[in-house]
């Protein structure tokens, strides 16, 4: 209890302008104390006035007094701070903007430790110790500090609200209850809060369980981040070694070739200098047998000539027939040709594989699916430029356009020879393929299919048209009908009609949409399946068909 005294008298022996035990003090004639240097500080700046008065209850001197040490109180404070006076609190114990300052203390306020329901007050630990030690304080309802004590009081009858009102749900008082409130649902504050509670701690327990759940999540994304990691440094290994092995294999078929073309180039040219030998001899008898010839035909003697020509040996046939032919540049060029022709079927083979090893590799998503765009808008941030392959037409269908625009012709076109052209239908397919996510329209008039189709897709015969196989999706558009398409099955399709037509392609997802477009936008079929390859863009018209540009 007299630790507790002396906290009581702290305030009377601080000095009121610096805020802490009193130092050097001194007393003017009001018979307020200071300390000496703090009054002198607050005097010097209303030297100018002339008129000097006292910081707590504002009486003026004149002249400006001598101040003189307080002895006795000096020795107080003193004596009380040997008996156990604390210092001042330190500035973060006063109460700032955003705390909640206590009710009871005078001139600069302590933070308050606790605030009463009861007294709707809020208290520092010095003002806090009656409700600790006094029996009337028993039954008060201490909480943390709140600035919003106020909030606890009705406005009507400035009582404290501990009740609830459950029809308008607000806190009342008792006397509400009885009177605006009469006759609603109505019941203790504590009640209500206990309720609440309950569900809270349900709430909270959902929280709880969900946070588990996505932790868990986090976990699996985790190792899902770590197995793709293991996964795609694999891959590349052994990708690497694959190529590797490619290239290796290649050079070796090089240095084969290489090895056999000289072997021949060497074995002919030995062929060809033996013969020139062979020649080169026939040619000097020749000549020798000649010689004589000219000699004997020069004598001038007949007798000695009709002597000597029997004695001349009989010209010799040649044992060899030789032909000589020469080839004009046409030696090992056959060879260029052969290495050219491997050299396409192998870039032919790359860029019709190469495309469904990246489809592969973009296909690796171990998240959710994005949903289906749902208006024109969405869906057109997925357009993709499409364009006719002139070497896929069928030579009745006549290309224009920037190869966007298919018009039936009753006049064959001049295409080349393809392996890729259809000869059977008159179909055509789009240089593009298509992967991932992918939108287009296409304007049409009397009759068309709109398809797509892996490349490949038969190019003659009766399998060759859409949707008569399984490498082929088509919806077919006629006047007022429609159809879908598959693997030669066909399946009716409502809608209202229109001229042009939007088709959406989700190939990771496997969804093919087709739409009616006019003012509105309306589904007309939806395929869920898995593609195995790139698809293209198909077109089977009777008239004329346009893709749309959309961007």
């Given at each position: 209890m007299a630790q507790k005294g002396i906290r009581l008298e702290r305030e009377n022996i601080s000095c009121s302008i610096c805020l802490d035990l009193l130092k050097n003090p001194v007393t003017v004639s009001?018979?307020?104390?200071?300390?000496?240097?703090?009054?002198?500080?607050?005097?010097?700046t209303e030297v100018k006035k002339k008129l000097y008065s006292c910081p707590q209850c504002r009486q003026t001197f004149t002249p400006r007094p001598v101040l003189l040490r307080n002895t006795m109180l000096a020795v107080l404070v003193e004596e009380l701070k040997k008996s156990g006076l604390q210092d001042a609190p330190a500035d973060h114990c006063y109460a700032g903007a955003e705390d909640v300052a206590c009710d009871f203390c005078s001139g600069r306020k302590l933070k308050a430790q606790k605030s009463c329901l009861q007294c709707l007050a809020s208290y520092c630990q010095n003002h806090l110790q009656p409700h600790f030690l006094s029996p009337a304080f028993k039954n008060h309802k201490l909480v943390e500090p709140s600035k919003k004590l106020q909030e606890d009081v009705c406005s009507r009858h400035d009582e404290v609200m501990k009740m609830f009102c459950r029809t308008d749900q607000q806190s009342i008082c008792y006397l509400c209850s009885v009177d605006k409130h009469k006759g609603?649902?109505?019941?203790?504050?504590?009640?209500?809060?206990?309720?609440?509670?309950?569900?809270?701690?349900?709430?909270?327990?959902?929280?709880?369980?969900?946070?588990?759940?996505?932790?868990?999540?986090?976990?699996?994304?985790?190792q899902e981040a770590e197995n793709i990691n293991c996964s795609a440094d694999k891959a590349v290994e052994d990708s690497q070694k694959i190529f590797t092995q490619l290239i290796r294999l290649m050079k070796k078929q090089h240095s084969t070739v290489t090895q056999q073309v000289r072997s021949q180039q060497k074995s002919e040219v030995s062929r060809v200098k033996e013969l020139e030998e062979k020649l080169r001899q026939e040619i000097a008898e020749l000549k020798r047998k000649d010689g004589e010839l000219q000699t004997l035909s020069q004598t001038q003697d007949h007798n000695q000539f009709l002597h000597d020509y029997p004695s001349l040996s009989a010209l010799r046939q040649p044992t060899h027939s030789y032909s000589i032919h020469i080839r004009p540049l046409r030696y090992f060029e056959d060879v260029t040709v052969a290495v050219s022709a491997v050299r396409d079927t192998l870039q032919d083979v790359l860029t019709e594989t190469w495309t469904n090893i990246s489809l592969t590799v973009t296909e690796v998503d171990v998240l959710l699916p994005q949903p289906e765009p749902k208006t024109r808008e969405e869906f057109i941030r997925y357009s993709c430029d499409i364009t006719l392959d002139p070497n896929t037409a069928?030579?009745?269908?006549?290309?224009?356009?920037?190869?966007?625009?298919?018009?039936?012709?009753?006049?064959?076109?001049?295409?080349?020879?393809?392996?890729?052209?259809?000869?059977?239908?008159?179909?055509?397919?789009?240089?593009?393929?298509?992967?991932?996510?992918?939108y287009w329209e296409v304007d049409w008039r009397e009759v068309v299919s709109i398809a797509v189709?892996?490349?490949?897709?038969?190019?003659?015969?009766?399998?060759?048209?859409?949707?008569?196989?399984?490498?082929s999706w088509v919806l077919f558009c006629g006047d007022n009908v429609y159809y879908f398409w598959y693997n030669n099955i066909q399946t009716p399709v409502s809608g209202p009609r229109s001229s042009r037509v939007g088709v959406y392609l989700d190939h990771r997802a496997g969804v093919l949409s087709f739409y009616s477009i006019s003012e509105t936008m309306t589904l007309l079929h939806r395929v869920h399946t898995t593609f195995t390859q790139p698809l293209h863009a198909g077109l089977y018209v009777y008239d004329t068909a346009e893709i749309c540009k959309l961007k």
């Open positions: 009001c018979g307020h104390s200071y300390c000496m240097e703090c009054l002198q500080t607050h005097w010097d609603h649902d109505t019941v203790s504050a504590a009640a209500e809060r206990a309720k609440r509670q309950r569900e809270l701690e349900v709430s909270r327990q959902n929280i709880q369980q969900r946070i588990q759940d996505r932790e868990k999540d986090v976990k699996l994304l985790r069928h030579r009745y269908l006549l290309l224009s356009d920037g190869n966007r625009k298919v018009r039936w012709t009753i006049k064959q076109q001049s295409y080349p020879s393809h392996p890729d052209r259809f000869t059977n239908s008159l179909q055509v397919l789009s240089r593009e393929s298509l992967t991932g996510r992918c189709a892996y490349k490949n897709i038969s190019r003659t015969g009766s399998e060759c048209g859409f949707g008569r196989n399984d490498k």
